[in-house]
């Protein structure tokens, strides 16, 4: 899924819009390599949910694309 959400990202022009999906997947695969020990679990899973949530729609998005 993170593979085509950076297809996703590198599909977009340059400027705001690529900068925030670049970071947002970024920021998404650095959590899933933390265990989230030491930190609030639930704060923690809010985080990794929304980061799980936006790189879904990004390699969704990305997958259409290609699949076209």
Same mark, same amino acid.
């Given at each position: 899924m /993170?593979?085509? =959400?950076? /297809?996703?990202? =590198?599909?977009?022009p340059d400027g705001r819009p690529k900068n925030i999906a670049a970071n947002t997947v970024r920021h998404a695969r650095a959590l899933a390599e933390e265990s989230g020990e030491g930190?609030?679990?639930a704060a923690w899973l809010r985080l990794t949910a929304?980061?799980?949530d936006?790189?879904?729609r990004?390699?969704?998005t990305?997958?259409?694309?290609?699949?076209?």
């Open positions: /993170a593979d085509d =959400a950076d /297809a996703y990202a =590198a599909m977009q930190a609030d679990p929304k980061a799980v936006y790189t879904a990004y390699a969704a990305a997958r259409k694309v290609r699949d076209q």
